[in-house]
């Protein structure tokens, strides 16, 4: 190998080499962030049918891109259904639908996650787009942190309960990359 081919080659492991640690470090950093968040433990797995009886159970009334909530909430994220774009979520048939709740609703959520190859999260903050690719996205207010990547046939969820006040907020994935590329929506509570 001649000298040019060897600088270069060597360049090229090093820039490899500073990505990975950049990536990891952020990993590390958003896994630190979300540490008070639903554990990863606490994902349960679910099979093909009980994700669609799941889906079912979300109570929103869709209007165009929003979907509205009573005092009551119950609402069902999926992580990237098959149909839709990745990386995406959808509720209630609806890519990345803005959320309507009243002040002082009790809302349940579950996260499902069906994308066999990637964990995802999902979050709440009122921190809004845009996003880095590396996001720094704080503080968390409630959500589910990184889910476990689902196993052949099963498929991750979680659910949490927020009571939240009147504001504006998103719900957003904080894997590297995947906000930054329209995995988000907006929350809206008066």
């Known amino acids: ?5 060897g600088t270069m ?15 990891a470090g952020a990993v590390f950093s958003v896994g630190v962030a979300c540490a008070a968040l639903v554990p990863t433990s606490a ?16 109570n929103g009334k869709v209007s165009g891109t929003t979907v509205t909530y009573g005092k ?29 709740f009243p002040a002082g ?18 979050d709440v903050t009122k921190k809004g787009p845009p996003y880095a690719v590396i996001p720094q996205i704080a503080p968390i207010i409630v959500g589910t942190g990184f889910s476990p990547v689902p196993a052949a046939g099963k498929f991750g969820y979680a659910t949490f309960t927020w009571h939240p006040t009147a504001g504006t907020y998103y719900y957003v994935c904080q894997i590297p990359g995947h906000a930054a590329t329209g995995m988000f929506g907006k929350i809206v509570v008066k």
């Open 105 to 122: 609703a009790t809302v349940k959520f579950t996260f499902i996650n069906t994308n066999k190859g990637f964990g995802h999260s999902f």
């Open 72 to 100: 009551n909430a119950n609402v069902v994220a999926a992580a990237v259904l098959p149909g839709f774009p990745f990386p995406s979520f959808e509720i209630h048939h609806v890519k990345n639908p803005t959320l309507d």
């Open 43 to 58: 994902f349960k797995k679910a099979t093909l049918p009980q994700v669609k009886a799941m889906l079912m159970k979300d």
């Open 1 to 5: 190998m001649n000298s040019n081919a």
């Open 9 to 23: 080659e060597s360049m090229k492991r090093a820039r490899v080499a500073k990505g990975a640690a950049l990536v």
